[in-house]
């Protein structure tokens, strides 16, 4: 079946790194994505990462993948209190539309 | 370079009215898809369109719920006889082609008193 999980809330304070977790069921996704949203508004891509690899590093972002336990992660390096948001994780499968999200963990970065 | 738009951005209706939610999509863009965010929840799938065509609707309730993307227009999410379950975030998002980046659009955000 298609299930994404990850925890409702993570409060972190300005400066340090936070790490929003995600789990999902179906082994044959074939892309696993990180959207942002703010208040108000619509999810931002943040960064993705394909099946076959299980590290990607943009920036202030790292996502690491394991594959055999079906969990990603989303590390934000020196948190700012602009990246108060709820981010959702979500998986695709190669050439489909369908995007299957998580419920959302919202982070609050704390002065 | 506009990205998706979609109005209202906020909608109130009472119960046994019709809702009528649009979406234009990016320039270039001839998908579009929608799905919708009940409180706590995270985005559900339902239903995707090409020009003149439904795609795939299997996300979308059978009764009472309705998607058109006509040639000329906005795509229009329609729900006849709203009931307070409709309440929820509906998302439009946008591609290029199948299987490409979705681009989101602020929501529409709907209030069944």
């Known amino acids: 079946g298609e299930d994404v999980e990850q925890s409702l809330f993570l409060s972190v304070r300005e400066g340090d790194s936070s790490v929003i977790n995600c789990t999902y069921t179906?082994?044959?996704?074939?892309?696993l994505y990180w959207y942002k949203q703010e208040p108000g508004a619509g999810l931002q891509l943040l960064t993705y990462?394909?099946?076959?690899?299980d590290m990607k590093q943009d920036q202030r972002l790292t996502v690491l993948l394991n594959k055999k336990d079906k969990h990603l992660s989303l590390r934000i390096a020196d948190t700012q209190t602009g990246d108060s948001a709820i981010y959702f994780c979500?998986?695709?499968?190669?050439?489909?539309?369908?995007?299957?999200f998580g419920s959302g963990t919202r982070l609050l970065v704390r002065p | 370079n506009a990205g998706v738009m979609q109005n209202p951005r906020h909608l109130v209706r009472r119960r046994g009215q019709e809702a009528r939610l649009r979406c234009s999509p990016m320039?270039?863009?001839?998908?579009v898809y929608w799905y919708r965010q009940l409180p706590e929840e995270g985005l559900k799938f339902m239903v995707y369109?090409?020009?003149?065509?439904?795609?795939?609707e299997s996300g979308m309730p059978k009764e009472r719920f309705s998607a058109e993307f006509p040639k000329e227009g906005p795509s229009i999410l329609r729900i006849q006889q709203v009931v307070r379950g409709d309440s929820a975030a509906y998302f439009c998002?946008?591609?290029?082609?199948?299987?490409?980046?979705?681009?989101f659009g602020p929501g529409t955000r709907l209030t069944v008193l």
């Open positions: 179906d082994s044959s996704s074939t892309y």
């Open positions: 998002a946008s591609s290029r082609g199948q299987g490409d980046e979705q681009f």
């Open positions: 320039k270039g863009h001839s998908h």
């Open positions: 979500a998986e695709g499968m190669d050439s489909s539309y369908k995007l299957i």
């Open positions: 369109l090409q020009k003149e065509n439904i795609i795939d």
């Open positions: 990462i394909f099946s076959n690899m």
